[in-house]
């Protein structure tokens, strides 16, 4: 063996053993890596608590709903005639009969002066035809034809005093009339609207339910409505009318509702959020809703329990459990199951937990919870 080939030799077994050497210490660190990591122990998670707390509601049905007129008419012409006087301004309240329009009815009035002669001559033929039969005069044929003429009289008369009345557009009812249409001397043809003419004390809110209300819905029940046009008022009222069918293509069932408007606030056609309230009182455990992480699988909460740690330590861990939800009131929610009354439950921080994490309760965070929260003034 030459020099050269014994010089490559040690060179190589050199290399060999710098690697040796290199692939020991990196195997000895990723080693205490791994224990490090099986033995590390994350801290705790903080997050704020609750007690679920048993409750009575009232159950409430909410849905969205339009008002509409107690009554409403578009009051029109029933006959043609130029306007001769407009008797109201647009906006303001009329009384059942008060005259609206006036159109044109001189000419039925000539001709009415005309039936009237003739209705006189033909009672005082009558009347003498009457006279005549007593002494046996005249024939029963000539009275009973005295009779129909005289009557025949009247009833042209009062046909053009019908055509004449008709010519004075009236009020049907009491009701705020709208905008008006017309304008003094206008020609109205037959069937012209006039105005809009509304009864809105008291007034309907019309609204949709589920099938499933049925159970509980009753007429009579009472209702509580809100706008935003008029967001710090509310109005109590009652179911009138349940509708005999269900809608067969979304299943719900029309509602109608009569409520109080003495101030004539509320205006037919208004958007309005409608509360129907059960007589009853239900049990019911109710958490804060930021407790609640909500999922397409599944809504779930954690809830507190106590557990001994490998320091032999008690430490808090939170479980991840599942529920089913029920009504919701302003920050709170309804449990349906899933969960006990007593129990504590992560309040807020669920979002960062997994189940059986250690946490630390840090309730000077909690958020104020409310049944009907109102925004803050500034």
């Given at each position: 063996?030459?020099?050269?080939?014994?010089?490559?030799?040690?060179?190589?077994?050199?290399?060999?053993?710098?690697?040796?050497?290199?692939?020991?210490?990196?195997?000895?660190?990723?080693?205490?890596?791994?224990?490090?990591?099986?033995?590390?122990?994350?801290?705790?998670?903080?997050?704020?608590?609750?007690?679920?707390?048993?409750?009575?509601?009232?159950?409430?049905?909410?849905?969205?709903?339009?008002?509409?007129?107690?009554?409403?008419?578009?009051?029109?012409?029933?006959?043609?005639?130029?306007?001769?006087?407009?008797?109201?301004?647009?906006?303001?309240?009329?009384?059942?009969?008060?005259?609206?329009?006036?159109?044109?009815?001189?000419?039925?009035?000539?001709?009415?002066?005309?039936?009237?002669?003739?209705?006189?001559?033909?009672?005082?033929?009558?009347?003498?035809?009457?006279?005549?039969?007593?002494?046996?005069?005249?024939?029963?044929?000539?009275?009973?034809?005295?009779?129909?003429?005289?009557?025949?009289?009247?009833?042209?008369?009062?046909?053009?005093?019908?055509?004449?009345?008709?010519?004075?557009?009236?009020?049907?009812?009491?009701?705020?009339?709208?905008?008006?249409?017309?304008?003094?001397?206008?020609?109205?043809?037959?069937?012209?609207?006039?105005?809009?003419?509304?009864?809105?004390?008291?007034?309907?809110?019309?609204?949709?339910?589920?099938?499933?209300?049925?159970?509980?819905?009753?007429?009579?029940?009472?209702?509580?409505?809100?706008?935003?046009?008029?967001?710090?008022?509310?109005?109590?009222?009652?179911?009138?009318?349940?509708?005999?069918?269900?809608?067969?293509?979304?299943?719900?069932?029309?509602?109608?509702?009569?409520?109080?408007?003495?101030?004539?606030?509320?205006?037919?056609?208004?958007?309005?959020?409608?509360?129907?309230?059960?007589?009853?009182?239900?049990?019911?455990?109710?958490?804060?809703?930021?407790?609640?992480?909500?999922?397409?699988?599944?809504?779930?909460?954690?809830?507190?329990?106590?557990?001994?740690?490998?320091?032999?330590?008690?430490?808090?861990?939170?479980?991840?459990?599942?529920?089913?939800?029920?009504?919701?009131?302003?920050?709170?929610?309804?449990?349906?199951?899933?969960?006990?009354?007593?129990?504590?439950?992560?309040?807020s921080g669920a979002f960062k937990l997994r189940s059986g994490a250690a946490v630390v309760i840090k309730n000077d965070m909690a958020p104020d919870v409310q049944a009907n929260p109102k925004p803050a003034e500034n």
């Amino acid at each position: 063996m030459t020099t050269k080939t014994k010089l490559w030799i040690a060179v190589g077994l050199g290399l060999v053993a710098v690697v040796g050497v290199l692939v020991g210490v990196k195997a000895m660190q990723i080693g205490t890596m791994i224990k490090a990591g099986k033995a590390f122990v994350p801290p705790p998670e903080a997050v704020t608590s609750v007690q679920v707390e048993a409750a009575r509601w009232q159950p409430i049905q909410s849905a969205s709903g339009t008002l509409v007129a107690f009554r409403g008419v578009t009051v029109g012409s029933e006959l043609p005639g130029a306007i001769r006087e407009v008797s109201f301004d647009s906006g303001t309240s009329v009384k059942k009969g008060a005259v609206l329009v006036r159109l044109d009815s001189s000419t039925e009035e000539a001709q009415l002066a005309a039936a009237r002669a003739d209705e006189n001559l033909a009672r005082l033929n009558y009347e003498r035809a009457v006279e005549v039969r007593k002494g046996q005069a005249n024939t029963p044929a000539d009275l009973d034809a005295a009779d129909a003429r005289y009557k025949q009289a009247q009833a042209a008369a009062n046909t053009l005093k019908t055509t004449i009345d008709k010519k004075s557009i009236r009020a049907p009812f009491d009701g705020r009339i709208a905008i008006r249409q017309v304008e003094l001397g206008q020609v109205l043809a037959a069937g012209a609207p006039v105005a809009s003419l509304q009864s809105v004390t008291p007034i309907y809110v019309e609204f949709s339910l589920p099938q499933q209300a049925l159970a509980r819905l009753k007429v009579g029940q009472p209702v509580r409505l809100n706008t935003d046009t008029f967001p710090a008022s509310t109005w109590d009222g009652k179911v009138s009318t349940i509708n005999t069918e269900v809608d067969i293509a979304t299943r719900n069932v029309r509602v109608r509702a009569t409520i109080p408007n003495d101030d004539g606030r509320l205006r037919p056609g208004m958007f309005a959020n409608v509360e129907v309230i059960s007589p009853e009182q239900l049990p019911v455990l109710i958490v804060p809703a930021t407790a609640v992480i909500f999922a397409p699988y599944g809504d779930s909460i954690f809830v507190l329990e106590k557990k001994t740690g490998p320091d032999g330590k008690e430490e808090l861990t939170a479980q991840q459990r599942f529920v089913r939800l029920g009504e919701r009131r302003g920050d709170l929610v309804a449990v349906v199951s899933g969960l006990k009354a007593g129990e504590t439950v992560v309040s807020s921080g669920a979002f960062k937990l997994r189940s059986g994490a250690a946490v630390v309760i840090k309730n000077d965070m909690a958020p104020d919870v409310q049944a009907n929260p109102k925004p803050a003034e500034n």
